[in-house]
């Protein structure tokens, strides 16, 4: 496993991977440090791996419940509603990442709706619930990737109260935005000291890389519109912030877009950047 992401984070390379005999505990780490890489195909593999097992374990518990037997647990660290949900999120995220609409609303549909799993406790049905409004979240998404922008007004008032979902779906709305030409200064501006505020709270690698996908894209929408010292202070701060937090791959798309930038860039500017260049040499 080490060795497969050593290769994926080096050259992006697909592979087929060997994914036999890993349990499904190991099977979302390996999701998640997918999601980290940006690794969507091989976020489509690990998932499909895992939502077998766990429909596998599934049938032998409710065989199991039916005959009266002692139910087995497979050494599972979670309800098997969060497998499930799980496995179908990542994969419906991979799906919209590669442009599948019509699959990852398939997926969408099957995570938003656990319901039908049957014999679960209380913690599983707040899981249940937990992937119902993930859904409705992510069909928002789906609809902004299709340019459809009747919808922020819904989407903005999920976001203002849910603060899990605020990154992500600014995220989201900025990459709509970019794709389709469209303005988002008032949502910037509504969203921006709450953002900022969660630069201290980032401490899980998913949050980083949200965070830092966060200022890169508000600096190509600022540089797509015209606002281009603003757009490389945001990549500076991208920059030196992915140099902190150890983010190779918002180091890469950031440096890119300085480099595009530079000629445009003030004498200051410029010395920040080599700045932080000598900081990785040193």
């Given amino acids: 496993m080490k060795r497969c992401l050593s290769l994926l984070a080096r050259g992006w ?5 060997d994914l036999n005999g890993i349990n499904a505990d190991s099977l979302v780490q390996m999701l998640r440090a997918s999601f980290t ?12 791996r895992l939502l077998c097992e766990v429909n596998r374990f599934y049938s032998i518990i409710q065989y199991e419940h039916a005959n009266g037997q002692r139910v087995s647990t497979f050494g599972l660290n979670r309800s098997i509603v969060y497998y499930f949900g799980y496995s179908m999120c990542l994969k419906g995220i991979a799906l919209e990442k590669l442009g599948r609409y019509v699959e ?15 014999d679960i406790d209380e913690d599983s049905h707040a899981e249940v619930e937990y992937y119902r409004e993930i859904a409705r979240a992510n069909q928002y998404v789906i609809e902004l990737k299709e340019g459809n922008t009747a919808i922020l007004p819904d989407y903005l008032a999920l976001l203002r109260h849910n603060d899990e979902e605020v990154l992500p779906g600014i995220i989201y709305i900025l990459e709509s935005a970019i794709k389709h030409e469209y303005n988002v200064d008032d949502i910037l501006n509504e969203f921006k000291d709450r953002i900022m505020a969660m630069d201290q709270q980032n401490e899980t690698k998913r949050n980083i ?32 912030t992915s140099v902190r937090m150890k983010d190779d791959t918002g180091f890469r798309k950031s440096a890119a877009l300085f480099e595009k930038l530079r000629n445009q860039a003030t004498s200051g500017q410029r010395d920040k950047y080599l700045g932080l260049m ?4 040193d």
């Fill in 37 to 48: 890489l940006e690794n969507w195909d091989g976020i489509l593999q690990i998932a499909d």
């Fill in 13 to 17: 390379i697909y592979l087929e991977l």
């Fill in 104 to 118: 990852a609303r398939e997926c969408i549909s099957r995570y938003g709706e656990l319901g039908w799993i049957k």
């Fill in 209 to 240: 890389r949200y965070y830092i996908d966060y200022i890169y894209l508000v600096a190509k929408y600022f540089s797509l519109n015209g606002k281009i010292y603003e757009a490389i202070d945001n990549l500076l701060l991208a920059l030196s």
């Fill in 278 to 281: 000598q900081e990785i040499i």
